[in-house]
């Protein structure tokens, strides 16, 4: 789960990480008062949105750039009113881009030194691991390809956690000493206090920066929190904004589906992730594009099919659907009886092509015959996916 820029401030500002003083704003009004409430002469207006990029952006009513450093409160309301309620695109929202409802308002900071700082957890330590860059501001990617030696990582012992030492070799790394260092250090050991209490899967800043008085501040932040272990935060799962993601996701979500929409045109129905994977790219492999990964689960009920059918034909792009059933635990005729019901709910224009093997095979393939929905059947998962490619040639 993801979280938006002022509610990562909020949990800045509860375990201690120094970031500017800030409010979230949903009309342009609202933004100027919040400006006038600072008193400074220097405001950040930043767009709202699950999505890297914002200030190289551009709305489609023509306004140049998601975040905007302005002089005035005035200005702040001018700059929210040609945010609030457009289309933002960016290089990370492709060219649909996202719509902004609110717009976070903040004190902007005289900056010495702009620097990357993230905690993540590394899959392949499993452990978190701490990644920073003097090349804040910046797509971390480029970085990444372009100069590797200025990204600095420092894997971090789960049980012993963050040690002095290796806060000194990350300071040294990015030239930072003295007081700096000293207020880096204390921002870090907060940052990684919130990172293991708050179950995340990373929390990146980009920038933190250094003022010309040797503070250190978090002027950006992104979150992503390990889903499976959100049932003990029913606070941060409240942060969670649905608007923000695929509604398709959102509903399978719903029905404990496991969906992510692609752009391809053929559609996948399929129970268990290992065997989705296989039927994508034996898709590919036969000259088709997967419009999904969608996997029903090992034990998929009748309902759950049925709403799987309708979520997958609520894509427009979808022309055709491939069913890859492997029979474990579930059972072939109730995913049979799945589809026909679905089929005939949603009115189905679309070729299908079905596949199923396994438990109660024989019952599964005897319910899609009897029925009346036009269906191509399938011997194994390779005659399938040629099968479901040539049906929307």
């Given at each position: 789960?993801?979280?938006?820029?002022?509610?990562?401030?909020?949990l800045?500002?509860?375990?201690?990480?120094?970031?500017?003083?800030?409010?979230?704003?949903?009309?342009?009004?609202?933004?100027?008062?919040?400006?006038?409430?600072?008193?400074?002469?220097?405001y950040?207006?930043?767009?709202?949105?699950?999505?890297?990029?914002?200030?190289?952006?551009?709305?489609?009513?023509?306004?140049?750039?998601?975040?905007?450093i302005?002089?005035?409160?005035?200005?702040?309301?001018?700059?929210?009113?040609?945010?609030?309620g457009?289309?933002?695109?960016t290089?990370?929202?492709?060219?649909?881009?996202?719509?902004?409802?609110?717009?976070?308002?903040?004190?902007?900071?005289?900056?010495?030194?702009?620097?990357y700082?993230?905690?993540?957890?590394?899959r392949?330590?499993?452990?978190?691991?701490?990644?920073?860059?003097?090349?804040?501001?910046?797509?971390?990617?480029?970085v990444?390809e372009?100069?590797?030696?200025?990204?600095?990582?420092?894997?971090?012992?789960?049980?012993?956690?963050?040690q002095?030492?290796?806060?000194?070799?990350?300071?040294k790394?990015?030239?930072?000493?003295?007081?700096?260092?000293?207020?880096?250090?204390?921002?870090?050991?907060?940052?990684?206090?919130?990172?293991i209490?708050?179950?995340c899967?990373?929390?990146?800043?980009?920038?933190?920066?250094?003022?010309?008085?040797?503070?250190?501040?978090a002027?950006?932040?992104?979150f992503?929190?390990?889903?499976?272990?959100?049932?003990?935060?029913?606070?941060?799962?409240?942060?969670?904004?649905?608007?923000?993601?695929?509604?398709?996701?959102?509903?399978?979500?719903?029905?404990?589906?496991?969906?992510?929409?692609?752009?391809?045109?053929?559609?996948?129905?399929?129970?268990?992730a290992?065997?989705?994977?296989?039927?994508?790219?034996?898709?590919?492999?036969?000259?088709?594009e997967?419009?999904?990964?969608?996997?029903?689960?090992?034990?998929?009920?009748?309902e759950?099919?049925a709403?799987?059918?309708k979520?997958i034909?609520?894509?427009?792009?979808?022309?055709?659907?491939?069913?890859?059933?492997?029979?474990?635990?579930?059972?072939?005729?109730?995913?049979?009886?799945?589809?026909?019901?679905?089929?005939?709910?949603?009115?189905?224009?679309?070729?299908?092509?079905?596949?199923?093997?396994?438990?109660?095979?024989?019952?599964?393939?005897?319910?899609?015959?009897?029925?009346?929905?036009?269906?191509?059947a399938?011997?194994?998962?390779?005659?399938?996916?040629?099968?479901?490619?040539?049906?929307?040639?």
């Amino acid at each position: 789960m993801n979280i938006h820029e002022y509610q990562a401030k909020e949990l800045f500002e509860k375990f201690g990480v120094p970031t500017p003083k800030g409010d979230v704003a949903n009309t342009a009004e609202e933004a100027r008062k919040i400006a006038e409430s600072f008193d400074s002469n220097l405001y950040a207006v930043k767009s709202q949105v699950h999505a890297g990029g914002r200030g190289k952006g551009t709305f489609k009513n023509g306004y140049q750039g998601g975040v905007q450093i302005v002089k005035t409160a005035a200005e702040v309301e001018e700059a929210a009113k040609n945010m609030i309620g457009e289309v933002l695109v960016t290089h990370q929202t492709g060219e649909e881009g996202k719509l902004v409802s609110k717009v976070m308002v903040a004190d902007a900071v005289e900056i010495e030194k702009e620097y990357y700082l993230s905690i993540l957890m590394d899959r392949e330590h499993s452990c978190p691991v701490i990644v920073a860059s003097t090349e804040g501001g910046m797509n971390i990617e480029d970085v990444a390809e372009e100069t590797p030696e200025l990204i600095h990582k420092e894997v971090i012992h789960p049980l012993a956690g963050l040690q002095a030492y290796e806060v000194r070799k990350l300071c040294k790394k990015l030239g930072l000493s003295g007081g700096t260092a000293k207020a880096f250090a204390k921002t870090l050991k907060s940052l990684m206090k919130l990172f293991i209490e708050c179950d995340c899967d990373m929390v990146e800043i980009n920038p933190l920066v250094t003022t010309p008085d040797g503070e250190v501040m978090a002027l950006d932040a992104k979150f992503s929190f390990d889903d499976n272990a959100l049932y003990r935060h029913p606070e941060i799962q409240a942060l969670h904004d649905p608007s923000e993601e695929d509604p398709r996701e959102v509903e399978a979500a719903k029905y404990d589906l496991n969906y992510i929409g692609l752009d391809g045109n053929i559609a996948c129905l399929v129970n268990g992730a290992g065997l989705a994977m296989s039927t994508m790219d034996i898709i590919k492999h036969s000259g088709g594009e997967p419009a999904n990964f969608l996997d029903v689960g090992g034990g998929a009920t009748q309902e759950q099919v049925a709403n799987a059918f309708k979520i997958i034909c609520s894509d427009p792009n979808v022309k055709g659907i491939l069913v890859n059933i492997f029979g474990g635990i579930m059972d072939c005729d109730v995913i049979a009886k799945g589809i026909v019901a679905a089929s005939k709910e949603v009115n189905l224009e679309v070729p299908l092509v079905v596949r199923l093997e396994g438990n109660n095979v024989a019952a599964g393939k005897e319910t899609l015959a009897n029925s009346d929905v036009d269906l191509i059947a399938a011997d194994d998962l390779a005659d399938a996916a040629k099968k479901a490619v040539a049906a929307i040639s």
